[in-house]
């Protein structure tokens, strides 16, 4: 598999990001548009795209905050048919290398909790850490979050700091359920939501950190 991977700045390439990312996501309403990411990309943003015989099969975004060092990635996006191979975590890694050439020291994003092949790339490949859980964070989506509420963990990562060690640690289960139940709202997938919801909030607000994911066991571990 071939796939080439470069930081998109002009507005003729940035241009495809919209379509592929509501071909991902499957909805349209809060797709980022060409000119808000060519604004944010003036200010301190980045745009990767990868490309495979010219046609686009992933994609990532983020934008400047409030502190300096910091870059907030606002999504990653990989074609059905280019994942499991890696793609995924090269494209969050040519991310951050061009923040690292860019003054960043660290990124961090969101994503669902319940997401565990997200979470397995986010905690354990690339060595995020969970630093705070927001309920119903984006309000609707729909699309392949369906109609369920979309509670969102934080994570962060450090790219020149190794995990932080932790004295203590507490496994939380994750009740089985399928990204096709959470995109068609299945019962299952609201029972899940809450009971991750009611698990991992209260031990983050009291300073507790997500460190790794079990995908197959379901389990997260915390640690402080």
């Given at each position: ?196 919801r009611d698990a991992m909030l209260p031990h983050v607000e009291e300073g507790w950190r997500v460190v790794g994911v079990d995908r197959h066991a379901r389990t997260y571990t915390l640690g402080r």
């Amino acid at each position: 598999m071939t796939v080439e991977i470069r930081v998109l700045t002009d507005p003729d390439e940035l241009a495809a990001l919209p379509e592929f990312e509501g071909r991902i996501w499957g909805g349209e309403d809060d797709r980022v548009s060409v000119n808000m990411l060519v604004a944010t990309i003036s200010e301190g943003g980045v745009a990767v795209g990868a490309f495979a015989d010219g046609r686009i099969v992933g994609s990532a975004y983020g934008f400047a905050t409030r502190e300096p060092d910091v870059l907030h990635s606002h999504y990653l996006a990989v074609d059905p048919e280019y994942r499991a191979h890696g793609l995924g975590e090269r494209i969050k890694r040519e991310q951050a290398a061009w923040c690292a050439a860019n003054g960043y020291t660290s990124m961090r994003w969101t994503y669902d909790p319940l997401q565990l092949t997200n979470a397995h790339l986010n905690l354990n490949k690339l060595g995020a850490v969970g630093i705070d859980y927001h309920v119903n964070h984006y309000g609707a989506l729909g699309g392949i979050n369906g109609s369920l509420p979309s509670d969102r963990l934080t994570v962060q990562w450090y790219f020149a700091v190794p995990p932080p060690t932790f004295t203590e640690t507490f496994v939380l289960d994750v009740p089985p359920v399928s990204p096709e139940q959470i995109a068609a709202s299945d019962p299952a997938a609201l029972t899940a939501r809450l009971a991750v919801r009611d698990a991992m909030l209260p031990h983050v607000e009291e300073g507790w950190r997500v460190v790794g994911v079990d995908r197959h066991a379901r389990t997260y571990t915390l640690g402080r």
